[in-house]
């Protein structure tokens, strides 16, 4: 990590500072944990349900790293923070522990990431209905919406939900990175949620490097798209074989008919 790109918990804060809808949290770094017990249980009194997650400084290496979701049992959720945080897993490595108010992926309208290219460049991948924007990975063409904008050009693909333009425009002004791209994922919700209590929220913002399944699947509908217009030149190709063989037949049949005739 670097002061250019700071750890998982600062970027949070970073995001709530520049005015976007956070879930609240509370983050201890590593060999931490046992001496805030309290602050642990108290956050989980405030929310009633959390959701508990690790990171590392090596966010290249450990990705993805031990999460538990929707927890309300305090002895279990300390349990676990506490050998995460410790480096009593099978990793043996300690992490950050980073707990959030729980929230219901399953109301969610839609989710998706919003990549910054740069301040005159945003393309936006999201999915309608249940899930997190990391569900994105398991999308297929037919879940999956896209939708570009260049400044000065039209805008390309389907218009998400209004708030979620609104998050997009923000993003370009929050310049998280100086001439690099860099990623914020969204979730948007029927009701209020988070620290602001707004009807969207912004999970974090990651390096650019990070939209590998964006890659990926804008790579699919490409292929899916020239596909389907060789799928469309071939219709035609079958289509004049097709006129040009009832052609022949019928200049067969009216010769065969000739012949017949002149016997």
Request: with cysteine; net charge negative; aromatic share 12%.
């Amino acid at each position: 990590m670097s002061s250019e790109y700071p750890l998982k918990h600062t970027r949070l804060e970073q995001l709530h500072q520049a005015g976007f809808n956070v879930a609240d949290f509370i983050c201890f770094p590593p060999h931490t944990l046992r001496t805030r017990e309290e602050e642990l249980e108290a956050f989980l009194t405030k929310h009633g349900t959390i959701s508990c997650r690790h990171f590392h400084e090596l966010e290249k290496v450990h990705f993805k790293c031990p999460v538990e979701y929707d927890l309300t049992d305090f002895d279990f959720i300390l349990a676990f923070c506490l050998a995460n945080n410790e480096g009593n897993n099978k990793e043996k490595t300690a992490f950050y522990t980073l707990c959030n108010e729980a929230i219901n992926v399953n109301e969610s309208i839609c989710a998706g990431n919003i990549l910054v290219l740069n301040e005159q460049a945003v393309w936006v991948e999201y999915f309608y209905g249940p899930g997190t924007p990391r569900d994105l990975e398991s999308k297929g063409p037919d879940r999956m919406k896209t939708y570009g904008k260049v400044q000065g050009q039209p805008a390309e693909g389907e218009k998400p939900p209004d708030k979620v333009l609104q998050m997009v425009l923000d993003a370009r002004k929050f310049r998280a990175l100086e001439n690099k791209a860099y990623i914020l994922e969204f979730s948007l919700y029927p009701y209020p949620i988070g620290r602001n209590q707004t009807n969207i929220i912004c999970w974090e913002w990651r390096w650019g490097w990070l939209h590998y399944q964006m890659q990926a699947n804008r790579f699919l509908l490409d292929q899916l798209k020239k596909a389907n217009e060789r799928n469309a030149e071939l219709t035609g190709e079958v289509e004049q074989l097709r006129s040009r063989f009832a052609d022949v037949s019928y200049e067969q049949d009216q010769t065969h008919d000739l012949v017949r005739g002149g016997q």
